[in-house]
């Protein structure tokens, strides 16, 4: 199970950091990432990382303003996002998947939460 939280209303050019923790079946997950879907669009990645701190991968449109990082224990990881605009306005969703190999694929993900609207105001 995860549960995503820290979203909210922010103005454009403000920050907000969003948390996901992993529970139950933590043992088979090895990676997790953060997707969106903002209003009347698909979801998207935005970006993921290994358990192991060895690696991560972000979408295009998060690589300069957003950071993703995991926790000191095993099972949350964060996605700090700054400079947000109003075009970040979304749903934003925690995955994990049971490999190692860091994926943008929503289909290659195993385990989503719920989702933690972000809405920045311009």
């Known amino acids: 199970q995860l549960q995503a939280s820290g979203g909210g209303l922010v103005q454009a050019g403000g920050s907000l950091r969003l948390s996901c923790a992993a529970s139950g079946r933590t043992a088979s997950v090895y990676a997790m990432g953060w997707f969106r879907q903002a209003p009347g669009k698909e979801r998207e990645f935005v970006a993921a990382i290994r358990w192991d701190g060895g690696s991560a991968l972000y979408a295009d449109s998060a690589k300069v303003r957003f950071a993703i990082s995991r926790g000191s224990i095993r099972n949350t990881v964060y996605l700090q996002m700054n400079s947000l605009k109003a075009e970040d306005t979304a749903v934003y969703y925690c995955?994990?998947?049971?490999?190692?190999?860091?994926?943008?694929?929503?289909?290659?993900?195993?385990?989503w939460g719920q989702g933690t609207l972000v809405t920045v105001s311009s």
């Open positions: 995955a994990a998947r049971s490999s190692w190999v860091l994926n943008t694929a929503i289909s290659e993900y195993d385990y």
